[in-house]
Structures are given as C-alpha cells and as structure tokens.
C-alpha cells in the first residue's frame, strides 16, 4: 500500500496569469447566496473570472456600517481595500453587497446596540447608506468609485434571489 501519487493523477486547474481587475467585489459568505453572487456579478455587473478581486467576509459591507462602534471591523475591510488597490492599478470600482436576513450583520447589531435594542426589522438596505457615506472619503482618496446593493430574497423559501441598486 502507498500513499504516493504519480504526478500524472494530480488534477490541475488554469491560473489567471497576469489579471488586470477593475473591481473588488465586497459580499457574505452565506452559503445560501454564492452561487446568485457569482451569476450577478458575471451577468449584471459584466465581470468574469480575472475581472475582479471577492472579498468574502460574513456579513459582507454589513461590516462597514459601523465605523464608530466597531471600529476592528472597519479597519479591516479599509486596510484590505486599500492594500488591493496598491496592488492592483486597474482597479476603479467597489461594489458592496449586503443581504437579506443576513445572520452576521443581526449578530453584529446586537454587539453593537444589546440584544434588547437590536433591530427586528431587516436593516440591510439601510446599511448600504451607512457603508457609502462611512467610507466616500476612503474610496475618494484611493479614486475607486462605489456601487451599492442589495440582495433579496424572492418566491416562496427563498429560492430566488435579485438585487437592487442602492444610490
Ligand atoms: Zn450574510
């Protein structure tokens, strides 16, 4: 018995070499949106494998929406934009996703205003407004222009999922 393999059976897979992106795409790592994520970035934002840089966090931008209470959260993700954009001198646009019934970002709310106070409305869409406004003068600075939305869920259980621009 071996535990070898021939450099034959190993499977191998093609690399962007040398990718140009024009967009980080900011979104949640819920497993019920990825694959609606994937197909409204190739088909509603026109950017395909190699176009773009994910950025996939829980909560997605739902953890830029409190810059002053979670001051970690926003470091992070204002760190992470800006290293890219260091890296990467294509880039020109930021997209920003946040969610329906997203579980981190209602997690995150009650950290940041007690379990008592936290919200029982969904407050994702209004998050959005938040995110821009928290981080123009981040985005300004490194000239990368953001485009806001918000992921909902359509039909019955939530099979279907649209996206609406946020302005
Ligand atoms: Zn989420």
Same mark, same amino acid.
């Given at each position: 018995? +071996? ?7 190993i499977? #191998? ?6 990718? !140009?992106?024009?967009?980080i795409v900011?979104?949640? !790592?819920?497993?019920?949106l990825? &694959?609606? *994520? &994937?197909? *409204? ?5 026109g950017?395909?494998? %190699? =176009?773009f840089m994910?950025?996939?966090? +829980?909560? %997605?931008? !739902? ?15 204002r =760190? @992470?934009?800006?290293?890219? &954009?260091?890296m990467?001198?294509?880039? @020109? &646009?930021? #997209?920003?996703i946040?969610?329906e019934?997203?579980r981190?970002? @209602? ?9 008592r =106070?936290?919200?029982?409305e969904?407050?994702?869409? /209004? =998050?959005?407004k ?6 123009? !003068? ?8 953001p /485009?806001?939305?918000?992921?909902r869920?359509?039909g019955?259980? %939530?099979?279907?999922? +649209?996206f609406?621009?946020?302005?």
């Amino acid at each position: 018995m +071996s535990t070898l393999v021939r450099a034959e059976e190993i499977l #191998v897979y093609d690399a962007d070499v040398d990718p !140009s992106c024009e967009a980080i795409v900011v979104q949640c !790592s819920d497993p019920r949106l990825q &694959r609606a *994520f &994937r197909e *409204f970035t190739a088909t509603e934002l026109g950017l395909g494998a %190699g =176009d773009f840089m994910p950025l996939v966090v +829980s909560g %997605g931008a !739902s953890v830029l929406a409190h810059p002053q209470r979670l001051p970690k959260e926003f470091k992070f993700m204002r =760190d @992470r934009l800006e290293f890219y &954009r260091a890296m990467m001198p294509s880039l @020109r &646009r930021v #997209v920003l996703i946040t969610h329906e019934g997203c579980r981190y970002s @209602r997690a995150l709310k009650k950290r940041v205003v007690g379990a008592r =106070d936290a919200p029982r409305e969904e407050t994702g869409h /209004e =998050d959005l407004k938040v995110v821009g406004a928290a981080l123009a !003068s981040t985005l300004a600075r490194l000239e990368l222009t953001p /485009e806001l939305y918000y992921a909902r869920f359509i039909g019955p259980g %939530g099979a279907r999922v +649209s996206f609406e621009r946020v302005v």
